[in-house]
């Protein structure tokens, strides 16, 4: 048994294929015979769809497309994974197809959420003392894993939201009017996402007047006396708002209706619309023009402008998820560990998975100022170092090459 398989599960970022590509590397690197790619994720794999990676990698110039690859190229999902007392045949469906395939190693590239699968096959794996080492690399543009400190793929989406926001703010001066911009970044309990929006203060731009985050209740009533306030000095308010902004009580300001499109597989709720709704209410309290801009999937999926710290993170991440996997290391994540913010430096690690499965890590509250309406510079010089560095896109036609996997069933 000498073959690998690898899964990538929950949203994509515009760096989660870095981790896919580093971690395909290095297995080959450790000489595995094959490296298996699960489609959709351990989902697709239940339901027999995987491929051979070395069917569409064939050199470096490979590798280096599937990098710069937005999306999930393996496809995902959002499938938890039910306990085996529960479920048994889940999991000997599973085992079968892993001794079907010979494999050693299984490598699940996720959030905290899919590490509680890397926890669950990792366990039932002991109980049956079966040899396959089951590690996670970390992913997820929300920042909100446990241990690590940042994930891959929270650079380029930092960056990004950053750039857009300057942009955005240029957009919003042109004309001499009252008008309020409110800007919806994604961040179901963690607001780090939206913080990064304080990035686009600079000499050359002003930076946006309020940030508002799910780690701090929200007020409609005070945020609408603030932007008056603003208002009474300048023509143009510039508000960057998490998408699950909650109330004192915990109740999202949005009525049920509108702020969700029901739940996922972990019951987390489907956010969407705080940005128009918080507009809308502005506009009409204080009469004055408001819009309500929703950065959506843009945000995750803009490969074309990644931070290269954050691609060369995430390379290593999976290579490094890999090489403790053929060390003989299971039930662990590879985690980023920062030595030093100023010159940045880093190292890789890994940790125990129940240390992270399942657990969110949000905004320390001392770095979120006043009054909950901005983020110090202590989350600056956290922030800026990963969104460092550009990586210029291959590009065919005019426009950037990606990595294709045909999505058939089997072997």
Not at 110 to 139: C, Q, V, W
Not at 253 to 274: C, Q
Not at 335 to 357: F, G, Q
Not at 378 to 403: A, N, Q, S, T, W
């Amino acid at each position: 048994m000498n073959n690998v398989i690898i899964g990538q599960s929950g949203g994509p970022t515009a760096a989660i294929n870095a981790t896919l590509a580093g971690a395909y590397a290095e297995a080959k690197k450790q000489s595995a015979d094959r490296v298996y790619g699960m489609l959709g994720g351990v989902k697709g794999l239940i339901d027999g769809n995987y491929i051979d990676m070395d069917d569409y990698i064939n050199d470096d110039s490979d590798i280096s497309i599937l990098v710069q690859t937005p999306s999930a190229a393996l496809g995902s999902c959002r499938y938890k994974l039910p306990e085996y007392s529960d479920e048994p045949e889940t999991y000997e469906k599973l085992f079968d197809i892993f001794k079907k395939l010979e494999i050693s190693c299984f490598i699940y590239i996720g959030g905290n959420d899919s590490m509680d699968t890397i926890a669950k096959l990792s366990a039932y794996a002991e109980s049956i003392k079966s040899p396959i080492r089951f590690m996670g690399a970390p992913k997820t543009v929300d920042n909100d894993l446990a241990v690590t400190d940042h994930t891959p793929g929270f650079g380029s989406a930092a960056k990004y939201i950053a750039a857009t926001v300057k942009e955005i703010i240029c957009d919003s001066s042109v004309y001499d009017i009252k008008s309020i911009t409110v800007i919806e970044i994604m961040g179901r309990n963690a607001g780090w996402l939206t913080a990064s929006a304080a990035l686009a203060k600079g000499d050359d731009c002003v930076g946006v007047d309020l940030i508002y985050l799910p780690e701090c209740a929200f007020e409609l009533e005070k945020c609408a006396e603030t932007v008056r306030k603003l208002l009474d000095k300048k023509n143009t308010v510039v508000i960057a708002v998490s998408e699950a902004l909650r109330d004192k009580n915990g109740d999202y300001i949005v009525t049920t209706g509108s702020v969700h499109a029901g739940l996922d597989a972990f019951g987390h709720k489907i956010m969407s619309g705080t940005g128009q709704f918080l507009a809308q209410y502005l506009g009409k309290t204080l009469g004055v023009k408001a819009r309500g801009i929703e950065i959506n999937t843009l945000q995750r999926s803009a490969a074309h402008f990644a931070s290269k710290q954050d691609l060369d993170e995430s390379f290593a991440a999976g290579a490094a998820a890999v090489r403790a996997a053929f060390d003989g290391k299971t039930a662990e994540m590879a985690v980023i560990k920062r030595a030093s913010d100023t010159p940045y430096e880093y190292k890789i690690e890994t940790a125990d998975i129940n240390m992270i499965a399942n657990v969110e890590k949000t905004i320390p509250r001392e770095w979120i100022i006043n009054d909950g309406t901005g983020v110090g510079e202590d989350f600056i010089k956290y922030c800026r170092p990963l969104i460092m560095g550009e990586v210029m896109p291959i590009i065919k036609d005019g426009l950037p090459v990606h990595m294709k996997f045909n999505k058939r069933k089997g072997i």
